[in-house]
T-cell receptor, first 116, second 116 residues
Framework: DSGVTQTPKHLITATGQRVTLRCSPR?????VYWYQQSLDQGLQFLIQ???????AKGNILERFSAQQFPDLHSELNLSSLELGDSALYFC???????????????FGEGSWLTVV | AQSVAQPEDQVNVAEGNPLTVKCTYS??????LFWYVQYPNRGLQFLLK??????LVKGSYGFEAEFNKSQTSFHLKKPSALVSDSALYFC??????????????FGKGTMLLVSP
C-alpha cells in the first residue's frame, strides 16, 4: 500500500458526460501528480500541483482540469468524454518536487474509466 | 527533454534463472532514474531509484539495477526470478519542465513473464 488513495476504482460513463476523480496523497506529501495510462499512449503525465498551485503541465486536454485543495487532496475533472478517454488514471504524490529533488513519487492504484 | 527507452516489449525467463529488463536513457545533466512495477489490476509500485553514489542500486523484492553512465543504461536485474515477479515493469527518468518542478517520464514498459 503506497498510501495514495484514489476513488472511485472503477467508473463507467457515457460519451459527453463529465466525471470527477479524487485523490488523497500520502500523509505529509505536498505534491500531487496525475497520469493517464492507455494501451496506445502508455503512461502520460497530465498535470502536477504543489501545495495547491499548478506547477507543471503535460499532455492534458483542454476538456480536462484539476485542482488541489487546501487539505492537499486533488480532483481531476474530465468533461465532454469521448471513447478515447477510456483509460486508467493514476494519482501520485511526493514530498517535494523541487528542482534537484530525487524524492520518490508514489502512485495510487488508479481509477479505471470506461467511456461507452 | 529527458527520455527513457525500453527496447523489449516482453522478456521471458524460467523460474530460478537470472533476469534482466533493459532501459536506456537520454538526459541533459545528471540522471535521476527509477524503476516501477505494475502487477495485474494494481497500481504502480516503486522498486528502486538511482540518484547518485554507487552504480549498483538495491531495491524491493530482491531487485537491483545497474547504472552505467558510459552506456547510458539502467538495467533492472534479479539473480533468481520467481513466477510472482511476472508483471509490467517501467523505467522512468526525472524530467524538469520549465517550471523547475520535476516530474517523471516513463518508458513504454516491458512485460516480464516468468515460467515455472
Amino acid at each position: 500500500d503506497s498510501g495514495v488513495t484514489q476513488t472511485p476504482k472503477h467508473l463507467i460513463t457515457a460519451t459527453g458526460q463529465r466525471v470527477t476523480l479524487r485523490c488523497s496523497p500520502r500523509s505529509g506529501d505536498l505534491s500531487v501528480y496525475w497520469y493517464q495510462q492507455s494501451l496506445d499512449q502508455g503512461l502520460q503525465f497530465l498535470i502536477q500541483y504543489y501545495n495547491g498551485e499548478e506547477r507543471a503541465k503535460g499532455n492534458i486536454l483542454e476538456r480536462f482540469s484539476a485542482q488541489q485543495f487546501p487539505d492537499l487532496h486533488s480532483e481531476l475533472n474530465l468533461s465532454s468524454l469521448e471513447l478515447g478517454d477510456s483509460a486508467l488514471y493514476f494519482c501520485a504524490s511526493s514530498l517535494s518536487p523541487g528542482q534537484d529533488s530525487g524524492n520518490t513519487i508514489y502512485f495510487g492504484e488508479g481509477s479505471w474509466l470506461t467511456v461507452v | 527533454a529527458q527520455s527513457v527507452a525500453q527496447p523489449e516489449d516482453q522478456v521471458n525467463v524460467a523460474e530460478g534463472n537470472p533476469l534482466t529488463v533493459k532501459c536506456t536513457y537520454s538526459v541533459s545533466g545528471n540522471p535521476y532514474l527509477f524503476w516501477y512495477v505494475q502487477y495485474p489490476n494494481r497500481g504502480l509500485q516503486f522498486l528502486l531509484k538511482y540518484i547518485t553514489g554507487d552504480n549498483l542500486v538495491k531495491g524491493s523484492y530482491g531487485f537491483e539495477a545497474e547504472f552505467n553512465k558510459s552506456q547510458t543504461s539502467f538495467h533492472l536485474k534479479k539473480p533468481s526470478a520467481l513466477v510472482s515477479d511476472s508483471a509490467l515493469y517501467f523505467c522512468a527518468v526525472r524530467d524538469l519542465p520549465s517550471s523547475g518542478y520535476s516530474t517523471l517520464t516513463f518508458g513504454k514498459g516491458t512485460m516480464l513473464l516468468v515460467s515455472p
